[in-house]
């Protein structure tokens, strides 16, 4: 189709060049809302969510242009790892709607996020290899994702066969990490440009499933007799404790080999620390283990700074891109692997 006849404004152009990570972004946004809103900051959690918002919209506009006028780069990026931050993305905002009161909305975002979640997974899958960058994780994140939404909603609405279904996708995710785990390449904490944090990102998510799992059951409900909430209660907490001992590999990484330039992939670096702070703070509650609360909102704030510098990351390389004979942003070709 001829470019004419392709909506496009400054904004657009910029967007539609970032790679499917950029998804990452309103992950990133979305969860360090959910993560200020556990901790009392509200105010902040909701200007967070605002931008989380517009920053979904943007990707779905795109997403749906894509898909009208681009099909075949939109299946081409379909068949990518990172597709799936759109599903993990919905699940977020749903997650955060839910803390709202808002379930018409969060339970919309289920629907459309579990629409998309059966398909995209298994033509990512079909594409999987060996010595991958953290997008193979993605995978797990999404499939956790559906479950911590769920898991809400569940707990929301005190509806018993949608707590189960979070709970048969909180275990697919587990299983999904476990095929993902030999495929990722270690070489990636040394040379990855952002998404390598996704490895310790998809544990923490699986983690903030179990705890809102644990969560969603009640005196009402029975969800779980004492040996399976013991058993989830058991996983939770491991998964947590493996999710802090990637943290500290990729942050020790982070200093041996320093990569100060920016790249989108980075957003995929600030939703792990995002969702490790909220993992930490949910836990800390469904498993009533207080002292955890305060390692939980230390990195909260860890979370924000790096939040602030890949957005200000970000900022620059938009005026770089719209300023003629500027240097490369830093974001090249090699962000759609």
């Known amino acids: 189709m001829p470019a004419s006849t392709t909506p496009t ?48 919209l943007a990707l779905a506009g795109d997403f749906t242009a894509r898909l009208l006028w681009d ?14 931050t759109a599903i993990a993305a919905t699940t977020v ?20 996020a579990a629409l998309l979640w059966p398909g995209l997974l298994i033509t990512v899958a079909r594409h999987w290899r060996r010595h991958m960058p953290g997008s193979v994780f993605l995978g797990c994140v999404a499939t956790q994702g559906l479950a911590v939404l769920g898991a809400t909603l569940a707990a929301a609405e005190r509806t018993s066969w949608l707590a ?19 495929r990722f390449d270690p070489r990636q904490i040394a040379q990855g440009a952002g998404d390598h944090w996704v490895a310790g990102g998809a544990l923490a998510i699986s983690a903030l499933a179990g705890s809102k799992l644990l969560a969603a059951d009640g005196p009402d409900l029975y969800l779980w007799n004492t040996d399976d909430a013991g058993v ?11 999710d802090f001992a990637w943290y500290a590999v990729l942050l020790i990484g982070e200093f041996a080999w320093p990569r100060p330039r920016y790249d989108v992939r980075r957003w995929a670096t600030v939703f792990p620390m995002g969702m490790t702070a909220a993992a ?15 390692p939980g909102e230390v990195l909260l704030w860890i979370a924000v700074a790096a939040w602030l510098a890949v957005t200000a990351g970000a900022a620059r390389a938009y005026i770089g891109s719209r300023t003629p004979g500027a240097p490369a942003s830093g974001v090249t070709s090699t962000t759609r692997r």
Not at 170 to 180: K, N, R, T
Not at 232 to 242: G, H, K
């Open 93 to 112: 905002l749903g997650t955060r709607f839910t803390a709202l009161g808002w379930e018409t909305l969060a339970e919309a975002l289920m629907a459309l």
């Open 232 to 242: 989830l209660r058991t996983v939770t907490a491991a998964v947590l404790v493996f």
């Open 280 to 294: 930490t703070l949910s836990v800390a509650s469904a498993e009533d283990v207080p002292w955890l609360e305060t």
């Open 9 to 56: 404004s400054p904004l657009h152009t910029w967007w539609s060049q970032r790679p499917p990570t950029a998804g990452a972004a309103v992950m990133a946004t979305g969860i360090i809302s959910v993560a200020l809103h556990q901790t009392g900051y509200e105010t902040l959690s909701r200007i967070a969510l605002a931008l989380a918002c517009a920053a979904w």
């Open 164 to 182: 189960h279904t979070a709970l048969v996708l909180f275990w697919v995710g587990l299983a999904l990490y476990i095929l993902a785990l030999p």
């Open 71 to 84: 099909r075949p780069g939109w299946l081409k990026e379909a068949a990518t790892p990172a597709a799936l």
